[in-house]
């Protein structure tokens, strides 16, 4: 995925943000997907270290809410934006654009991806009418095998890669609130041993 802030521009965004209102960090997190429609959302890895430097300059605070941290903008804070008003506009703009460049870059993958299958089940399709042809007893009106599997494997690769997408945004929420634990992790692996466990036990394949 290409850059979507520049060098400096997501420590006076997040300012502005804070400016809006106190914020912990996964509500940072989801303002900031917001404004991407969804295209781009930030790790806490991204985010944390920021707000930690925009409090040591003095331009942020923070304070415990049960188990959350709220960060708050200070007056320090208020002055830096001000100041940077231009700065913040050019920003503005910078994020109009790399909304506009990731969408692109969404819409390319799918692309790619819808001509990927197609070239499959081309390429499945005239193997199938090969294996037809050297087989003139074999009914064609049902789907080859071949191809039907090409189709299901394809439908289960959406089926994993939505799985994991969200998956990971359950566990960076956890993260952004500091209540993922290594307890979480270990279940979800057993969890995981599970199921493939049954799908393989499915396939009559003998787990290893």
């Known amino acids: 995925m290409s850059p979507v802030f520049s060098h400096g521009s997501l420590r006076l965004y997040l300012l502005s943000l804070l400016a809006e209102g ?9 303002s ?3 404004r991407f429609g969804g295209t781009y ?15 040591e300059e003095g331009l ?25 008003q231009g700065d913040l506009d050019a920003i503005e703009l910078e994020l109009t654009n790399s909304v506009r ?19 499959d089940l081309a390429s499945a399709a ?3 009418k090969q294996t037809a042809s050297n087989a003139p007893f074999v009914s064609t009106e049902e789907p080859d095998s071949r191809t ?3 189709i299901a494997l394809h439908d289960a690769d959406v089926a994993i890669a939505q799985f994991r997408q969200q998956l990971r945004s359950d566990l960076r929420q956890q993260v952004a609130t500091g209540t993922l634990t290594d307890a979480t992790v270990q279940q979800l692996k ?14 009559g394949t003998t787990t290893e």
């Open 22 to 30: 106190p914020k912990h960090g996964y509500e940072l997190i989801q």
């Open 32 to 34: 900031l997907s917001d």
């Open 41 to 55: 959302s930030p790790s806490a890895g991204t985010i944390y270290p920021r707000l930690a430097k925009l409090e």
């Open 60 to 84: 942020v605070t923070k304070e415990s809410d049960g188990r959350k941290t709220v960060y708050s903008i200070t007056d320090a804070g208020r002055r830096e934006l001000e100041g940077r």
């Open 101 to 119: 460049r990731l969408a692109d870059e969404v819409r390319t993958g799918v692309t790619d991806a819808m001509r990927s299958l197609k070239a």
């Open 126 to 128: 005239r193997q199938a």
């Open 148 to 150: 039907t599997s090409r």
């Open 190 to 203: 057993i969890d995981l041993d599970r199921v493939r466990d049954g799908i393989r036990a499915a396939f």
